[in-house]
């Protein structure tokens, strides 16, 4: 055992047996008992096994014999002893573990904490209290095998051209359509998928919000510009409320339009 490791109670030990599903299994390393029962039944709906670990050494010794049957690893930042970053190190160095996908949880959204997280080989960061909308859009896209099929999936509402959709990620840009998770920039220059960054803009300034944590996804050249996929980080459950309302206004606006 690490020394940095601290044993935590849990209701469903790793080595208790269960029915594995076909489908495969989600790792959940985190000591919140309400956080692990919600994506416990979010991973079930999508017909995987939750199996929660107390510490990264159970987690390691499991996946060495199982390791075509882990499909994600839900990991929260916070946790006692060896933080979540740690791990995520430890598991990126690790040819073993590196291909596993790993989606960090926690009540922190500083843009620090995600451009951490993203950097160090997380695929993506959902923040507690986990809204089960939102971590079931993001299991969905995460599974999905083939990610530009994830994509075509995405849910957007285009913006009208009168619409303020002026925006700034360290490169020019006129944001063009929004979803509830995700956002499409039109840009003159390209952007590097992976990179993480903070959208500035005054579209979301009636519902309060100047600043949107974004990673970039794709970027495809289009004519003379580039259209950049974007997905939405580290945004609290309250404001990503928030910007679901304002799609729901612009379905309602598009809907009267069409």
Not at 117 to 142: C, E, H, Q, W
Not at 184 to 195: N, Q
Not at 209 to 237: N, Q, Y
Request: aromatic share 6%; glycine share 6%.
């Amino acid at each position: 055992m690490d020394q940095n490791e601290v044993p935590m109670k849990s209701d469903r030990p790793a080595d208790q047996d269960q029915e594995i599903s076909e489908r495969g299994i989600v790792a959940i390393v985190d000591d919140n008992k309400t956080d692990v029962a919600i994506a416990s039944l979010m991973i079930e709906r999508h017909g995987l096994t939750p199996m929660h670990f107390d510490l990264f050494s159970d987690l390691t010794k499991f996946i060495r014999t199982a390791r075509d049957q882990v499909k994600l690893i839900l990991l929260d930042v916070n946790m006692p002893g060896l933080s979540g970053v740690d791990i995520l190190k430890r598991l990126k160095r690790d040819p073993q573990y590196r291909e596993i996908p790993i989606m960090m949880m926690t009540g922190d959204c500083s843009v620090d904490t995600v451009k951490v997280t993203i950097t160090n080989g997380a695929v993506d960061y959902i923040v507690k209290p986990l809204d089960p909308m939102v971590f079931d859009g993001k299991l969905s896209r995460i599974l999905q095998v083939d990610t530009s099929a994830a994509q075509k999936e995405w849910v957007e509402y285009r913006l009208n051209q009168s619409t303020n959709g002026r925006v700034s990620l360290q490169i020019p840009g006129t944001l063009v359509s929004v979803g509830e998770l995700t956002m499409t920039v039109k840009s003159p220059m390209s952007a590097l998928p992976g990179s993480v960054f903070s959208l500035d803009t005054s579209l979301f300034k009636d519902v309060s919000i100047t600043s949107v944590p974004c990673r970039i996804e794709a970027c495809t050249p289009v004519d003379d510009e580039f259209v950049i996929k974007c997905s939405i980080v580290g945004l609290s459950e309250g404001d990503l409320q928030k910007i679901r309302i304002f799609c729901k206004s612009l379905w309602k606006t598009n809907l009267a339009t069409a």
